[in-house]
Nanobody
Framework: QVHLVESGGGLVQAGGSLRLSCAASGHTFSRYNMAWFRQAPGKDREFVSASSTIGFPYYDGSVKGRFTIFRDNVKNTVSLQMNSLKPEDTAVYYC????????????????WGQGTQVTVSS
């Protein structure tokens, strides 16, 4: 069982930055792929970024070059540094943990945080 708690969301102007953090409970954090997804109103939850168990990063094309994922297997945390934010980045951002071969689908993840709101004003 993994319990995930996100923090760091908020309101920022376009072009600004935010850093999201996700703290995970449990002693097997290093066994899990860790990911960030987001969901805007009226839209499906979509993949943003992930870090594999060995720390290899994955990014959706819409955020590549602007977002960076960081993983700390000692502190059991995963963070998402978001730069050059755009209004279309506005969404609730969710942290997720999963064990398996997939990396960018919601069904690849078994545990989810409660979400944190990110709002980017134009």
């Amino acid at each position: 069982q993994v319990h995930l708690v996100e923090s760091g969301g908020g309101l920022v102007q376009a072009g600004g930055s935010l850093r999201l953090s996700c703290a995970a409970s449990g002693h097997t954090f290093s066994r899990y792929n860790m990911a960030w997804f987001r969901q805007a109103p009226g839209k499906d939850r979509e993949f943003v970024s992930a870090s594999s168990t060995i720390g290899f990063p994955y990014y959706d094309g819409s955020v590549k070059g602007r977002f960076t994922i960081f993983r700390d297997n000692v502190k059991n945390t995963v963070s998402l540094q978001m730069n050059s934010l755009k209004p279309e980045d506005t969404a609730v951002y969710y942290c997720a943990a999963g064990i398996g071969g997939g990396i960018d689908r919601t069904r690849d993840y078994d545990y989810w945080g409660q979400g944190t709101q990110v709002t980017v004003s134009s």
